[in-house]
Structures are given as structure tokens and as C-alpha cells.
């Protein structure tokens, strides 16, 4: 009989990670600070901002500024859990091949894309976890909208797939590195794309660009919907299409399989730093 494959405890390895992030932290405790306050100055800017252009209009599209600011902060949820457990670590994946230490990480008795994806933490960003989910309690309450469980659980299930989503966009850009050494202009590829998902989708209609954005980025590349979908659920807005639930969902699952095959076939054609 063979032996049994070894199988680490992954929970009490991530709970690990997260101390000694933790630790990581306080030994710089000015830094910690100053990234706390810069990501509430940024979070205080958004909501100044839109607080001033709904002081002239009623809404955007169909999005009245409470519901706006529900729709915000379920994109800030979402990259702020994508920011806080997994942008450092794919970031760091190109450093890992240039320096030589993904040899040492693909000696480890442990899935190698899990080490890669949650080595760090980035603690600080949780504050923008607290913010996000701070706003969007207080603009509940202030449409006196009315919340279920179902409704929530929903919610969450989206908001998941939308963070999954983003994971597996990112670990496959970062997995280029086998064959580019450094990619940050990938990773600025990212951002410059992602950055349509900070605005609903209903507001890209209306003209030929719009009509075109709006396509690519909801059935090709579905970013648009990984923070509308879920903030119209909860809100209990109509969406275009109720298909969208399921493209939303299928996405991120279908975006999770593609992006470990390709990790897995990256790592097939690495050449360790002493060969």
C-alpha cells in the first residue's frame, strides 16, 4: 500500500500567515498608521465627491445617491478584501522568480499556489473592510431599505464571487512572470481595467462607445458585473437581466478553474534560478 499524502493543516497554516503579518505591522507601527489614514482620506474623498454631484442632480441613471453609495461601498468591500489577502502576494510573485525564492516555496510540503496567495496580509486594509461595511449599513438605513436573509445571503455569495473573480484575473496576470521576469504593466493593465467596475453598469448605455464597453465588459470580461449584480440584489433593484446572476456566478467560477491551470502550467515551465 502507499503511504498517505501528506496534507497540512491549511487554516492553522493561513492563521500563521496572519500573526506574523500582524507582527510585521506593529514592528512599524508609523507605517501602519499613515496607511490607515491615507485609506480613510481616500474613502472620505469618494464620499465628498458624490455628495457634491448629487447636491445638483437626483440620480445617476436609475441610482438615487443612497443607493450610489450602497453600489460604492460594495465595489470598496470587494477590492478591499482583494487588496488586503491577495494584490501583495501576486505582486511578490515576480520578486520570488527574480530573487530565486519560488524555489524554495515549490520545496514546501504545501499547495504552491496557496503559499504564493496568502503568505501576507495586508492588515492595514482592513480598515477599509470596516469602512465599506460601515457605508453600507448607514445607506441601508437611510433608504429604510428593507433587508433578508435571503437578500444577504446573496449578497455575500456575490460579493464572493466578485472577489473570487478579481483573485483569478490577478494570479494569472502574476503567473506571466515565469516568461517576463516583471509585469507591472500587466498589473497596470489590471487596474486600468478594473476601474470600469467602480460605476454601475446602466450608466454605459447610450452611446456607441458605451454600448461596446458595456458588452465586452459583461459577457466577455464580466467586471461590470461583479459590484452591480450584488449591490442591485441587495437594494432589491430590477436587474436588466436576471441572467446576469448566473454570468456573474458562472464567471468566477469558470475564472477560478482557467486561472489554476495556468498558474499550474506557468510553474510547469519555470527553471529553477540555479538551472
Known amino acids: 500500500m502507499s503511504e498517505p499524502t501528506y496534507q497540512p493543516p491549511y487554516a492553522r497554516v493561513w492563521l500563521t500567515f496572519l500573526r506574523n503579518s500582524l507582527v510585521r505591522e506593529m514592528t512599524f507601527r508609523g507605517n501602519f498608521l499613515i496607511t490607515i489614514v491615507t ?7 469618494q464620499l465628498v465627491l458624490f455628495g457634491i454631484i448629487y447636491a ?3 440620480s445617476i441613471n436609475d441610482w438615487s445617491q443612497w443607493e450610489y453609495y450602497a453600489f460604492m461601498a460594495t465595489g470598496m468591500l470587494v477590492n478591499a478584501v482583494v487588496e488586503t489577502f491577495f494584490m501583495p502576494n501576486c505582486a511578490n510573485f515576480s520578486e520570488l522568480i527574480r530573487k530565486g525564492d519560488l524555489d524554495f516555496a515549490l520545496l514546501k510540503p504545501i499547495d504552491t499556489q496557496f503559499l504564493v496567495s496568502f503568505e501576507k496580509v495586508e492588515v492595514a486594509n482592513l480598515n477599509q473592510v470596516v469602512l465599506a461595511v460601515a457605508l453600507l449599513g448607514y445607506s441601508l438605513h437611510r433608504m429604510d431599505a428593507t433587508v433578508t436573509t435571503t437578500g444577504v445571503l446573496a449578497y455575500l455569495a456575490l460579493v464572493a464571487a466578485g ?9 494569472a496576470l502574476a503567473s506571466t512572470s515565469v516568461w517576463f521576469g516583471r509585469n507591472q504593466g500587466l498589473y497596470d493593465f489590471w487596474f486600468y481595467i478594473t476601474v470600469f467596475a467602480r460605476y454601475p453598469r446602466s450608466i454605459y448605455g447610450g452611446s456607441a ?8 465588459f459583461t459577457y466577455v470580461v464580466p467586471i461590470l458585473l461583479v459590484v452591480t449584480v450584488p449591490a442591485r440584489v441587495l437594494l432589491r433593484k430590477p436587474l436588466e437581466s436576471p441572467t446576469f446572476v448566473g454570468i456573474a456566478i458562472g464567471s468566477a467560477a469558470v475564472a477560478i478553474v482557467l486561472s489554476r491551470f495556468v498558474f499550474n502550467w506557468s510553474l510547469s515551465q519555470y527553471r529553477s534560478a540555479s538551472s
Open 56 to 58: 445638483n442632480v437626483r
Open 209 to 216: 462607445v458605451g454600448n461596446v464597453l458595456s458588452a465586452a
Open 163 to 171: 472577489v473570487a473573480f478579481f483573485y483569478s484575473l490577478m494570479i
Open 39 to 45: 485609506r480613510a482620506f481616500w474613502f472620505t474623498a
